[in-house]
């Protein structure tokens, strides 16, 4: 009898330093390409092999290529000296607490626009409403002034406001009116009429025959016309020596009275 042949262990290969489970691994995670190409120089089923390099293809796109994985690659490649040189400026700046000062309110100019305009303009400064006067002292604003124009505002275009409570006033004039020099000038300015000459009424003297005349009786002329036509006996006259008739009868001026 032939004793039983010898069992004999199949042959194992040798594995090398870079086919090590934990090295594969750790290259898969950390640097994928690498760790591809060690997972296909190992000794791993067909199977591991593409579950493997599909795994860590995905963790390599999702980790590595992303834009804020890149970012971040690029802030941590500053120094801490240079991170800690940008931040201390920073840490020790004070805030700025001061605003800039907001812009003044000026009067607008409403001179040579019709009231409507010029109302909307004031009232987009102020809260007070606009008052309405006449530009001349003898005209008053109608009720309906919205196209009236205004000749004069107070306060004065560009004048800063204080508040927005300022009282706001504008002197105008009717459509077609010319603005006055100054407010208190007068559209229609009043004249004084001229006294009118008066004759004085002759005083009535008693004739010689006992008629009353008037002493406004016609009178010679002052160049010494010797007859003056029809006089009033008794009359005042001059100059003296003229002559005048009276009923036929022929009169003359003697002491200032007609006389026979």
């Known amino acids: 009898m032939y004793p039983p042949?010898?069992?004999?262990?199949?042959?194992?290969?040798?594995?090398?330093?870079?086919?090590?489970p934990a090295l594969i691994i750790a290259a898969l995670v950390l640097f994928a390409p690498a760790g591809i190409a060690?997972?296909?120089?190992?000794?791993?089923?067909?199977?591991?092999?593409?579950?493997?390099?599909?795994?860590s293809g995905l963790?390599?796109?999702?980790?590595?290529?992303?834009?804020?994985?890149s970012k971040k690659t690029g802030d941590d490649a500053k120094s801490p000296a240079a991170a800690t040189a940008t931040d201390t400026p920073r840490s020790s700046a004070p805030a700025a607490t001061?605003?800039?000062?907001?812009?003044?309110?000026?009067?607008?100019?409403?001179?040579?626009t019709p009231f409507a305009s010029a109302e909307k303009a004031v009232e987009a400064v102020v809260d007070t409403r606009l008052t309405a006067l006449g530009a001349y002292k003898d005209v008053t604003?109608?009720?309906?002034?919205?196209?009236?124009?205004?000749?004069?505002?107070e306060p004065a275009a560009g004048t800063p406001l204080a508040s927005k409570s300022v009282p706001v006033t504008v002197h105008l004039v009717a459509p077609?009116?010319?603005c006055p020099t100054g407010k208190d000038s007068l559209l229609r300015p009043k004249t004084?009429?001229?006294?009118?000459?008066?004759?004085?009424t002759p005083e009535p003297t008693v004739e010689e025959d006992g008629s009353t005349g008037s002493s406004?009786?016609?009178?010679?002329?002052?160049?010494?016309?010797?007859?003056?036509?029809?006089?009033?006996?008794g009359a005042f006259c001059s100059p003296a020596g003229a002559t005048g008739t009276y009923k036929g009868r022929v009169y003359t001026c003697r002491d200032k009275h007609w006389r026979q």
């Open 98 to 112: 001061q605003q800039p000062p907001a812009p003044a309110v000026v009067m607008p100019s409403v001179v040579g």
């Open 59 to 69: 963790w390599f796109l999702l980790v590595f290529l992303s834009p804020d994985s």
């Open 216 to 233: 406004g009786g016609s009178t010679g002329s002052s160049g010494g016309s010797d007859s003056v036509g029809t006089i009033r006996p």
């Open 176 to 178: 077609g009116t010319t």
């Open 192 to 200: 004084t009429p001229k006294p009118t000459p008066t004759t004085p």
């Open 141 to 153: 604003p109608a009720a309906d002034h919205a196209t009236w124009v205004v000749c004069f505002q």
């Open 5 to 20: 042949p010898h069992s004999h262990t199949p042959f194992q290969p040798i594995r090398r330093w870079w086919q090590h």
């Open 38 to 55: 060690l997972v296909w120089m190992s000794r791993w089923s067909q199977k591991k092999k593409i579950i493997a390099s599909v795994l």
